[in-house]
């Protein structure tokens, strides 16, 4: 939970639930049309997206579908737990459609996710984002949720561009 209590989707009719197969056409279409992803992190996020709908037994990796009024897929969320550590997870990917945000999605989702993870006893949620300008809404996004910036890593993505690690306390 958020301090202060869940924060309320502004659009009453966004739902978010584990994702299923029948997800995959709207969540590959929101990673492609989502500008501010390269080429290679497109493919990265498609690539577990496939992992997990393709090997249910797996573990390391958990989507979580938004979904509309209409029951269309308006985000995900993809998360799992870090290797090697006893109660740390790792937000891989948070993506929202660029047409449906601003509607409460990427904040319903970041609940669900932080009470699945609170009812497993994990202790923090770690998202990792870069520095470009692009990624500015999303850094903003992860400080008003509570993350707190804990690292940069200068020139880390390439020459310019840094890794800046939040980190949230469940």
């Known amino acids: 939970m958020f301090k202060g209590g869940p924060a309320r989707p502004r659009h009453s009719g966004i739902r978010t639930r584990k994702a299923r197969p029948s997800d995959r056409r709207g969540i590959l279409s929101i990673i492609k049309r989502c500008d501010n992803l390269t080429p290679d992190e497109s493919d ?8 997990y709908l393709k090997r249910p037994g797996q573990k390391d990796y958990h989507f979580i579908a938004a979904v509309d009024g209409r029951k269309d897929v308006v985000g995900y969320a ?25 509607m409460g999605a990427g904040t319903a989702l970041l609940r669900h996710v932080a009470e699945a993870l609170k009812k497993g006893r994990a202790d923090m ?23 707190k910036k804990n690292a940069r890593i200068k020139d880390f993505y390439r020459k310019g561009e840094d890794l800046i690690i939040y980190v949230k306390g469940l």
């Open 44 to 51: 990265c996020a498609g690539e577990l997206l496939d992992i």
């Open 78 to 102: 993809c998360y799992g737990k870090r290797p090697l550590t006893e109660a740390a997870y790792d937000l891989y990917w948070l993506l929202v459609d660029p047409l449906k945000r601003s």
């Open 125 to 147: 949620l770690i998202a990792e984002t870069s520095s470009k300008g692009s990624y500015g809404p999303a850094r903003r996004f992860y400080l008003k949720a509570g993350f």
